[in-house]
């Protein structure tokens, strides 16, 4: 309930971004916080690999929500004594965060539909959720004036990339 919340809100411009130079590393530190417990019940291995000073102009509350959203389903999709891997790279124009996993992955024909709203896996319906943190994430990203992509293969995982604008005012 509260995602479709933060959704609404976003959509009519109740909630709005609001930019400021921040620590990554803590923004990123904020959300694997918030899965430690699930992951550790699960079995699942955490690994991140990030400067610990990559000052960025960007929300740290929406941007920690994007990475929290992909971690979360990572944590539903990957069996136990998976892994998750979590490392950022500063390029020319983007700050790169990839979030990887040795989940179930995703058909090549569903990786567009996974960002758009209410989507779920047709053969997750056990798993909790309705479908919109990923929408959630492409929304929040775009609105950052970045972006999002994903790379899968069914059986392998997969990689999200998310890329934030380096020198974006």
Request: charged share 25%.
């Given at each position: ?9 976003l ?6 971004i609001?930019?400021e ?8 530190r904020?959300?694997v916080?918030d899965?430690v417990?699930?992951?550790?019940l ?5 690994y ?9 102009r960007h929300?740290s509350k929406w ?5 929290y959203?992909i971690?979360d389903n ?7 004594a ?7 790279e500063?390029q020319?124009l ?5 979030i ?5 992955g ?8 996974i960002f758009t709203r ?6 997750v319906h056990d ?8 929408y959630l994430?492409?929304t929040i990203m ?6 999002i992509?994903?790379q899968?293969?069914?059986?392998k995982?997969?990689?999200?990339r998310l890329y ?6």
């Amino acid at each position: 309930m509260q995602s479709m919340v933060k959704m609404s809100r976003l959509e009519t411009g109740i909630l709005q971004i609001h930019k400021e130079d921040q620590n990554l590393y803590e923004t990123i530190r904020h959300a694997v916080a918030d899965v430690v417990p699930e992951a550790a019940l699960k079995g699942i291995d955490l690994y991140v690999n990030c400067e610990e000073n990559m000052m960025i102009r960007h929300d740290s509350k929406w941007t920690e929500e994007v990475i929290y959203n992909i971690l979360d389903n990572a944590l539903k999709y990957t069996e136990p004594a998976g892994k998750i891997h979590i490392q950022t790279e500063r390029q020319e124009l983007f700050l790169k965060i990839s979030i990887s996993d040795t989940g179930k992955g995703i058909a090549p024909e569903r990786q567009a539909e996974i960002f758009t709203r209410f989507y779920r896996e047709p053969e997750v319906h056990d798993k909790p959720g309705v479908g919109i943190g990923l929408y959630l994430a492409r929304t929040i990203m775009e609105l950052q004036k970045g972006y999002i992509e994903v790379q899968s293969e069914v059986g392998k995982g997969a990689c999200f990339r998310l890329y934030l604008p380096v020198n974006e005012s």
